[in-house]
């Protein structure tokens, strides 16, 4: 490593960090600068840090979250650190460049306290359903897999972002898009343009609305939510920056869906769907998702994330008629890194991953009931 010297450095330019991660190949909206500032809000502080070579130039990045831990709702005197789909690395077929990132974030958790540091590099593992005919390993996924298992790493059992995804490649023409999709969705495309569902582009004045229809989709499909000024703040801070957008689909003048997609660096993500009871029978989920698709595709964006696959490929799964309708629009499953977790405190570790599976099954049930009171309030 004598002739790869790696200097380490806090960057607190928005602009720049920006602009040295939107180079880095695994590349993630998750390790902005607007997320960043975006949890700030949020009890968590930033470390933003940049590694470079002897010749100055960037070869790793993280965007560190840090807060403090806690047990139901009491701050203990321990910390815990996340970097959220990083950290980011120009070259993983590098050794010595990722062993020593790695090794100086270890050490920053010890450094810091933290009770444990938690990373997910936003790199595959594998393409498509394991088992099926067209399932492929990652061998730089699978490599790494390997390095982590022998030092120190131990794969999280709180997965934060989804393991598996769905991705839908843009490089297309709009005529070779359609006709990758599943029969049955490009009917149901043209059937909700004949029942004459519309689908417009959102601004800041439809936060509300989009926090009802969440509210209710939240509801309807028993996931938990937070309050709307949460919402309100992450959708409009990224639409301020220009890298957020909704897309709302009516009927009559009726919102009846709409989806918030976020982008960066030519990659977008489908990261908020809602949707109402009524007119659904018109499909206006698929209008809504082959507008938004055309607009990120005009704009120049070459993926878009739809966010989210089963953990296991079954129908009892219960992201299983998700994946169904996400499949049906083209999209190839992508089976990700994941989280995993450098214990630095081992003891205290154990411990709290023990409690805190527990605590969080007692508090979503706790947020399902308010959302309910709160919509039928």
Same mark, same amino acid.
């Given at each position: 490593?004598?002739?790869?010297?790696?200097?380490?450095?806090?960057?607190?330019?928005?602009?720049?960090?920006?602009?040295?991660?939107?180079?880095?190949?695994?590349?993630?909206? +998750?390790?902005?600068?607007?997320?960043?500032?975006?949890?700030?809000?949020?009890? %968590?502080?930033?470390?933003?840090?940049?590694? /470079?070579?002897?010749?100055? *130039?960037?070869?790793?990045?993280?965007? !560190?979250?840090?807060?403090?831990?806690?047990?139901?709702?009491?701050?203990?005197?321990?910390r815990?650190?996340?970097?959220?789909?990083?950290? @980011?690395?120009?070259? %993983?077929?590098?050794?010595h460049?990722?062993?020593?990132?790695?090794?100086?974030?270890?050490?920053?958790?010890?450094?810091?306290?933290?009770?444990?540091?938690k990373?997910?590099?936003?790199?595959?593992?594998?393409?498509?359903?394991?088992?099926?005919?067209?399932?492929?390993?990652? @061998?730089?996924?699978?490599?790494?897999?390997?390095?982590? =298992?022998?030092?120190? $790493?131990?794969?999280?059992?709180?997965?934060?972002?989804?393991?598996?995804?769905?991705?839908?490649? @843009?490089?297309?023409?709009?005529?070779?898009?359609?006709?990758?999709?599943?029969?049955?969705?490009?009917?149901?495309?043209?059937?909700a343009?004949?029942?004459?569902?519309? !689908? *417009?582009?959102?601004?800041?004045?439809? +936060?509300?609305?989009?926090?009802?229809?969440? !509210?209710?989709?939240?509801?309807?499909?028993?996931?938990?939510?937070?309050?709307?000024?949460?919402?309100?703040?992450?959708?409009?801070?990224? #639409?301020?920056?220009?890298?957020?957008k909704?897309?709302?689909?009516?009927?009559?003048?009726?919102?009846?869906?709409?989806?918030?997609?976020?982008?960066?660096?030519g990659?977008?993500?489908?990261?908020?769907?809602?949707? =109402?009871?009524?007119? /659904?029978?018109?499909?206006?989920?698929?209008?809504?998702?082959?507008e938004?698709?055309?607009?990120?595709?005009?704009?120049?964006?070459?993926?878009?994330?739809? %966010?989210?696959?089963?953990?296991?490929?079954?129908?009892?799964?219960?992201? $299983?008629?998700?994946?169904?309708?996400?499949?049906?629009l083209?999209?190839? !499953?992508? *089976?990700?890194?994941?989280? %995993?977790?450098?214990?630095?405190?081992?003891?205290?570790? *154990? @411990?709290?991953?023990?409690? #805190?599976?527990?605590?969080?099954?007692?508090?979503?049930?706790?947020?399902s009931a308010?959302?309910?009171?709160?919509?039928?309030?």
């Amino acid at each position: 490593m004598s002739n790869q010297l790696i200097t380490q450095e806090n960057v607190w330019n928005g602009e720049a960090w920006n602009e040295i991660i939107s180079t880095f190949p695994y590349n993630h909206i +998750l390790q902005t600068w607007e997320w960043g500032q975006f949890k700030s809000r949020y009890e %968590w502080k930033i470390i933003p840090k940049i590694w /470079r070579d002897a010749s100055n *130039r960037p070869v790793a990045a993280a965007m !560190v979250l840090e807060r403090a831990a806690t047990i139901r709702g009491i701050s203990l005197p321990l910390r815990i650190m996340y970097v959220p789909k990083g950290p @980011l690395i120009v070259n %993983w077929e590098q050794l010595h460049v990722y062993q020593r990132i790695l090794e100086d974030l270890k050490q920053l958790a010890c450094i810091k306290g933290a009770l444990f540091l938690k990373v997910d590099p936003d790199i595959p593992l594998g393409y498509g359903i394991p088992g099926s005919q067209d399932y492929e390993v990652d @061998l730089l996924g699978k490599e790494l897999a390997n390095f982590f =298992r022998g030092n120190g $790493w131990i794969p999280s059992s709180e997965q934060i972002q989804f393991q598996n995804t769905v991705i839908l490649d @843009l490089e297309a023409d709009e005529d070779e898009l359609l006709a990758s999709m599943k029969q049955k969705t490009r009917y149901n495309v043209r059937l909700a343009k004949r029942k004459g569902v519309q !689908v *417009r582009t959102g601004s800041k004045s439809d +936060l509300g609305l989009l926090y009802q229809m969440y !509210v209710e989709t939240a509801v309807r499909d028993g996931f938990v939510i937070r309050s709307q000024e949460y919402y309100s703040t992450l959708w409009s801070s990224f #639409m301020d920056a220009e890298m957020a957008k909704p897309f709302i689909a009516e009927v009559e003048g009726q919102a009846v869906a709409a989806v918030v997609v976020f982008k960066f660096a030519g990659k977008a993500i489908y990261m908020f769907g809602m949707s =109402r009871e009524s007119h /659904r029978e018109k499909m206006p989920n698929y209008l809504l998702q082959w507008e938004a698709t055309r607009w990120l595709k005009s704009i120049g964006c070459h993926e878009y994330d739809l %966010w989210g696959a089963p953990d296991t490929f079954d129908q009892e799964d219960p992201l $299983w008629g998700v994946y169904r309708f996400k499949e049906g629009l083209g999209g190839k !499953v992508v *089976r990700k890194f994941g989280a %995993w977790d450098y214990p630095a405190r081992p003891g205290f570790y *154990r @411990l709290y991953t023990e409690i #805190m599976p527990r605590l969080l099954s007692v508090l979503r049930k706790r947020g399902s009931a308010r959302i309910q009171q709160a919509l039928d309030g």
